[in-house]
């Protein structure tokens, strides 16, 4: 089993910044990869960045590439998510997600097995 929690959500006003992290607790030991994951309201959840376990691969949805960027620190099982240049449509709930695999990794969300309860970003003036 493992545990997800996120944080560092907040208001922030357009062109700013954020960094949501991913806190992983439990079975640690094994090989995940994760990937966050935003849902707006009245729309459907959106796969936008994941990486995986070893060699830190990542994927990007075009809608946040160039503009976020996905990092982790296995010593502190952790991933990270930089926002910068944060638009009004990127107000969501930010989720984070893991799925035991070690060399590569998907946006889908359906491929992923464990979630955080999700964090709360709004850009707004």
Known sequence: QLQLVESGGGLVQPG???RLSCAASGSTSY????????????????????????HGN?????SVKGRFTISRD???????????GL????TAIYYCAAVLVRYTCSTNAREYDYWGQGTQVTVSS
């Open 16 to 18: 700013g910044s954020l």
């Open 74 to 84: 296995n010593a502190k099982n952790t991933v990270y998510l930089q926002m910068n």
């Open 31 to 54: 090989y995940y990869a994760v990937g966050w994951f935003r849902q707006a309201p009245g729309k459907e959840r959106e796969g936008i960045s994941c990486i995986s376990h070893s």
């Open 87 to 90: 638009k009004p449509e990127d």
């Open 58 to 62: 990542t994927v990007y949805a075009g």
